[in-house]
């Protein structure tokens, strides 16, 4: 399927939005990534011109293969074509520099190769409510997530964003950071696993 624009949602996890001191929001936080933000997941990530605080957010990636509006719970589940790993790759020090001055982060967020993607496995046999995925970094741990900890679900999500915008098949929509988000150092090798080994997905730092 060819890839179209990427929906991003900021804090749906609680441990995550303390950890970066910011409130849990009362309702979905939406912003977007173009679709030239996607590479594949195992392209080496490439610091050069990013600066020195690009951090890593592993999080459950969701592709759509149905163009949907204003879609019920049953459309918007529908609609999902299957479950992939992505990095939501952030200039923390420029998204913080934004957000201070209460202007868009997107330049922070949406710049070419922020969005390494995996391939995405069948929905078909996934309980949406237990996905359970992981990042180490290094042969490290450095962050668990379980769809069971959202805030707002997978399908209210969909929804959510189809009462906003049109939903696109070939769009992803990626679901929020569990914790344990940090910078990355160039060497680094990233390991992140969906579903005990369904996924997994490996790249580097240079
Ligand atoms: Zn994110």
Redesign the pocket.
């Known amino acids: 399927m060819h890839y179209n624009k990427v929906i ?3 804090r749906n996890y609680a441990a995550h939005a303390a950890e970066l001191n910011n409130p849990v929001p009362s309702e979905p936080i939406l912003f977007m990534k173009p679709a030239t933000a996607l590479v594949p997941f195992e392209e080496p990530i490439n610091l050069t011109n990013l600066g020195d605080n690009v951090h890593y ?1 592993i ?1 459950l990636a969701v592709l759509l293969g149905k163009t949907i509006k204003n879609a019920d719970a049953v459309t918007a589940s529908n609609a999902i074509d299957g479950i992939g790993l992505a990095l ?1 790759l ?1 200039l923390r020090d420029v998204q913080q520099t934004l957000k201070d001055k209460g202007l868009p982060w997107e330049i922070a ?1 949406g710049f070419d190769g922020s969005c390494p993607i995996s391939a995405f496995v069948p929905v078909d046999n996934l309980n949406l409510a237990k996905l359970h995925f992981s990042l180490e970094i290094n042969g490290q741990l450095r962050q668990q997530g379980h769809s069971a900890n959202m805030l707002t679900p997978i399908v209210e999500l969909i929804e959510y964003a189809s009462r906003h915008f049109t939903l696109c098949a070939g769009d992803i929509l ?1 679901t ?2 569990p914790a344990g988000v940090g910078p990355l150092q160039p060497g680094d090798t990233l390991k992140a696993n969906f579903m005990n080994g369904l996924l997994a997905v490996e790249t580097k730092v240079i």
């Open positions: 991003c949602v900021g957010e999080e939501d952030t967020k990626i929020g950071t």
